[in-house]
């Protein structure tokens, strides 16, 4: 297990959980520092969280130097794993990727002959009149007729979503936009595999209500239902781009930031 550590508002880490306690033991954390772990809800004190070595630690306490003096590369690490993408922060980046695919997706429909298929299926539909069977009949050519174009435009939205999350750029136009990209729960660069896990996950979230697109105003890392199935993060910052320290309290607010 990994423990971040908090102090005088920056976050430290992550420790492994033998060196906290050997810090502990020693004296060279304070009891009252706050702690954190994957799966924890809330920071609290080591004390709190490791009291079995705050009961072996000396009475004095000396503050030591390290791990915090050559802590500042993780406490930027910590402090970007912290800086969640807010909902309409997203919602706006989804609408900006939406439009960017729009044109080959018309494209797509013009070539393979979606627009004519709903031309025609209109006109079935209208000398159908009120049979029932003619009416169904015409709608089901239609689908036939507009099948090959649902199937292109899913794979080139499939593509484009997959490819650019999984790249360099750790995001799509509309991320990179915004100045939001993807990583997995490390920080990290996502691989093609997971990008493409967490493009399919979507199918779900939208199938229940696009509930699993709601769950990323609440949840306590912001994260959809895709996000969770595929274990990703959407993270403010572009990929290299220097990470703002957020105070803890600013962490806890859960506020839809936008």
Request: aromatic share 10%.
């Amino acid at each position: 297990m990994e423990v971040w550590i908090g102090r005088d508002g920056e976050r430290h880490g992550p420790y492994k959980e033998v060196d906290v306690r050997q810090w502990l033991r020693s004296g060279q954390v304070s009891p009252q520092d706050l702690g954190w772990y994957e799966g924890l809800a809330d920071w609290q004190p080591l004390s709190v969280l490791f009291p079995d070595e705050v009961h072996a630690a000396p009475p004095a306490f000396t503050p030591p130097a390290p791990p915090y003096d050559a802590g500042l590369r993780a406490t930027d690490a910590s402090a970007a794993l912290t800086d969640y993408a807010g909902f309409w922060k997203r919602v706006a980046a989804y609408i900006l990727d939406a439009l960017v695919l729009w044109i080959p997706n018309m494209l797509l429909s013009g070539m393979l002959g979606a627009n004519e298929a709903a031309e025609t299926y209109l006109q079935a539909k209208l000398v159908a009149g009120s049979d029932p069977q003619l009416a169904l009949q015409a709608f089901d050519t239609y689908l036939h007729a507009l099948g090959p174009a649902l199937m292109a435009q899913t794979v080139v939205t499939w593509l484009y979503f997959a490819l650019c999350e999984s790249s360099a750029w750790q995001g799509t136009l509309g991320k990179r936009a915004l100045g939001i990209r993807v990583t997995d729960l490390t920080g990290a660069r996502i691989s093609f595999l997971r990008a493409t896990g967490r493009y399919f996950g979507k199918l779900i979230s939208a199938f229940i209500l696009c509930f699993g697109f709601l769950m990323v105003a609440w949840t306590q890392r912001k994260q959809g239902l895709h996000d969770m199935l595929a274990q990703t993060l959407v993270l403010n910052g572009r990929p290299g781009e220097q990470p703002s320290r957020p105070t803890p309290s600013s962490r806890d607010q859960g506020s839809l930031s936008a």
